[in-house]
């Protein structure tokens, strides 16, 4: 190995030094404890989490149409409150939309990677 002395990895180390500016760490970059913790898929439905979103973003895609179809040539007060009542109708789908996609990126980051 023809590493300059301060980055080569000790002979007894398994695993190679992780060189920064301050120090060096010895160890792999990802911790070996959480392995065990893993999830199994038979424990997450992903199939279902993953309907779930997609459900969502159609409710919200579908909110985003009825605002837009809202906005129209007619200036009153009444269609006014309509539009404002559909913006808020949008929101709230854009809020569920990623409560459902981050329900399934965390079940998916417990199933790949433990956490």
Same mark, same amino acid.
């Given at each position: ?18 060189? %920064? #500016? ?6 792999? @970059? %990802?911790? @070996?404890?959480? #392995?065990?913790k893993f999830t199994s898929m038979a424990e997450l *439905?992903?199939?279902? @989490? #993953? /309907? *779930?979103?997609? %459900? ?10 009825? !605002? !837009? ?8 007060m009444v269609e006014m409150e309509r539009w404002d *009542?559909?913006?808020? /109708?949008? *929101?709230?789908?854009?809020? !569920?939309?990623? /409560?459902?996609?981050?329900?399934? /990126?965390?079940? @998916?980051? !417990? ?5």
């Amino acid at each position: 190995m023809n590493l300059p002395i301060a980055i080569r990895p000790p002979s007894n180390s398994r695993f190679p030094c992780h060189e %920064t #500016l301050v120090n060096c760490y010895r160890g792999p @970059l %990802t911790p @070996l404890s959480g #392995l065990s913790k893993f999830t199994s898929m038979a424990e997450l *439905d992903f199939d279902q @989490l #993953l /309907k *779930d979103y997609k %459900t969502a973003v159609d409710r919200w895609v579908d909110a985003i149409r009825a !605002e !837009e179809a809202l906005a129209n040539d007619d200036h009153s007060m009444v269609e006014m409150e309509r539009w404002d *009542d559909a913006g808020f /109708k949008v *929101d709230d789908a854009e809020q !569920e939309a990623r /409560k459902s996609r981050d329900a399934y /990126k965390d079940a @998916l980051r !417990e199933k790949n990677y433990g956490f």
